[in-house]
């Protein structure tokens, strides 16, 4: 993963705001049916109009200035966002499993001034951090209540990948390599802007799973934004297998923590009804994400 992992350096953030949510955790140890929808979850819609401004918003409120592929990624975080709050909602029902709202109120105290940059780190406005906390405490609960883990299925992908200037060039070189998928292996060992025989796991770095990575089949060659760049990958092997998050294998990472959290309901996902409008992509229900739709193009 050093090829993706070195590029979104820039964007990742182990910041007070990290260290504020990781303590906490060890201290608490598509919509076609309905027009206008952005995302359905069993039947209950978020407009359209809401997560666009709700993105519009983050980007915004951004202290940093956010290329149009760091755009896209946060609309399609918020849209995530709006599909896990209601598949928290559901899966707490379920469970019986719920969060002391005393802790709630004491997180967000704890956050103080941070709430920007906790805001920016999971790619969400300010005015859904509440929200977002809030979910996170009932997921975290949910696990600390299965002693032995939760069981989820991790995916596993070895791909080629190789960076790309902008949309259009990553779009052009996917159709070129759509011809000669060999070619792309090739380009990225001679032009040392890629990397042959990378390698990644739902699990261990799930933030990934907004890329579509894990979402694509072998052979399958995608394109998608990460950290301020496109990349063009082709897919050589898939593997799925069975594990069990805990607490002790979350990550350390802001971005990889809250992506780690949502895999908590991955079996509630697996049996909900989810819509999303294709303007923002398709959701894909082990990773828990929206995720680029037609291969990322």
């Not at 953030?13 to 303590?23: E, S």
């Not at 979402?215 to 060659?221: D, N, P, R, Y």
């Not at 991955?266 to 989810?274: E, I, L, N, R, T």
């Amino acid at each position: 993963m050093s090829v993706l992992g070195s590029s979104k350096s820039r964007r990742t953030r182990r910041l007070g705001l990290a260290a504020v949510t990781l303590a906490l955790v060890a201290t608490l140890t598509g919509c076609g049916d309905q027009m206008g929808s952005g995302v359905v979850v069993n039947g209950t819609a978020v407009s359209e109009s809401d997560i666009q401004s709700g993105a519009e918003q983050a980007i915004a409120e951004s202290t940093e200035e956010l290329s149009l592929s760091d755009q896209i990624v946060t609309t399609r975080s918020v849209a995530t966002a709006a599909v896990n709050h209601q598949l928290v909602q559901a899966a707490s029902a379920a469970s019986g499993v719920t969060v002391d709202e005393a802790q709630v109120t004491a997180t967000l105290a704890q956050l103080g001034d941070n709430r920007l940059q906790f805001a920016q780190a999971f790619k969400i406005p300010v005015s859904a951090v509440d929200q977002t906390v809030r979910d996170l405490l009932t997921q975290q609960a949910m696990l600390t209540a299965s002693p032995g883990g939760v069981p989820v299925t991790d995916i596993a992908v070895t791909f080629d990948v190789v960076t790309a200037t902008d949309r259009d060039d990553a779009v052009q070189q996917r159709l070129d390599y759509l011809k000669d998928p060999a070619a792309l292996s090739v380009t990225a060992t001679a032009t040392g802007t890629g990397g042959v025989g990378q390698q990644a796991s739902l699990v261990a770095q799930p933030d990934l799973g907004q890329t579509g990575l894990f979402s694509a089949g072998v052979g399958e060659i995608v394109i998608f934004p990460l950290g301020g760049q496109y990349y063009v990958a082709r897919i050589t092997d898939r593997k799925t297998s069975q594990t069990s998050l805990t607490m002790e294998n979350q990550p350390q990472n802001a971005e990889q923590q809250l992506a780690f959290f949502n895999l908590v309901m991955q079996s509630y996902a697996q049996q909900a009804d989810v819509a999303v409008n294709p303007r923002f992509g398709t959701w894909d229900s082990l990773a828990l994400a929206v995720v680029p739709g037609d291969s990322g193009v």
